[in-house]
């Protein structure tokens, strides 16, 4: 099952628009966790901005869930399922959003500057999301078998590794930052 769908700009890492239907009506425990999961697509939409994430999908695992992306002219898609939802559903999923958001004017989508401020494409989610809810209707069972002898191509990662990456990168920068020539005479 889609559980969070995150639309954002590569550029800045801004994140555009989103669809929590795991958020609604739950329990505070649930409640924090889903934000979790939230703050974990916005720092993957972060990582996909700075390059450190340089390829144009990618199925990242955590816990009992999956994340998947989709870059496409500068628009990175990204979807929280089920570890058991399928792949191919997953991203089928982010290639009807694309198609949709593609026939909104870019020079507006560059233009907004806030967070979560296209709500015009909030509803356009959740309908789409919807049609991937179930998936055994003939509509799914049909995206799942075509072209079934073509696996995706798609590298999957563990969420661990990227944090640990992005840890390491800081702790390279950061004595690079405070290098002065005194500091070299020092040693």
């Given at each position: 099952m889609v559980k969070l769908t995150i639309?954002?700009?590569?550029?800045?890492?801004?994140?555009?628009?989103?669809?929590?239907?795991?958020?609604?009506?739950?329990?505070?425990?649930?409640?924090?966790?889903?934000?979790?999961?939230?703050?974990q697509a916005e720092f993957l939409l972060n990582e996909i901005s700075k390059g450190a994430l340089p390829l144009p999908s990618m199925t990242i695992r955590v816990d009992h869930h999956s994340f998947n992306y989709l870059v496409v002219n500068g628009i990175c898609f990204i979807t929280l399922c089920d570890s058991s939802y399928p792949r191919k559903l997953a991203f089928n999923y982010l290639q009807d959003l694309q198609k949709e958001f593609d026939k909104f004017d870019n020079g507006l989508i560059y233009k907004i500057t806030k967070p979560y401020s296209f709500v015009k494409f909030d509803s356009i989610i959740s309908s789409i999301r919807k049609q991937?809810?179930?998936?055994r209707t003939q509509a799914n069972l049909?995206?799942?078998?075509?072209?079934?002898?073509?696996?995706?191509?798609?590298?999957?990662g563990n969420m661990?590794?990227?944090?640990?990456?992005?840890?390491n990168s800081e702790i390279l920068e950061t004595p690079a930052a405070n290098y002065t020539p005194q500091s070299s005479s020092l040693l």
């Amino acid at each position: 099952m889609v559980k969070l769908t995150i639309v954002g700009r590569v550029k800045d890492g801004l994140p555009l628009a989103q669809e929590a239907r795991y958020m609604n009506n739950e329990t505070t425990t649930s409640h924090n966790l889903s934000s979790n999961y939230k703050q974990q697509a916005e720092f993957l939409l972060n990582e996909i901005s700075k390059g450190a994430l340089p390829l144009p999908s990618m199925t990242i695992r955590v816990d009992h869930h999956s994340f998947n992306y989709l870059v496409v002219n500068g628009i990175c898609f990204i979807t929280l399922c089920d570890s058991s939802y399928p792949r191919k559903l997953a991203f089928n999923y982010l290639q009807d959003l694309q198609k949709e958001f593609d026939k909104f004017d870019n020079g507006l989508i560059y233009k907004i500057t806030k967070p979560y401020s296209f709500v015009k494409f909030d509803s356009i989610i959740s309908s789409i999301r919807k049609q991937y809810i179930d998936t055994r209707t003939q509509a799914n069972l049909s995206k799942l078998n075509a072209n079934r002898h073509r696996e995706l191509d798609i590298v999957t990662g563990n969420m661990s590794d990227i944090v640990e990456r992005r840890r390491n990168s800081e702790i390279l920068e950061t004595p690079a930052a405070n290098y002065t020539p005194q500091s070299s005479s020092l040693l």
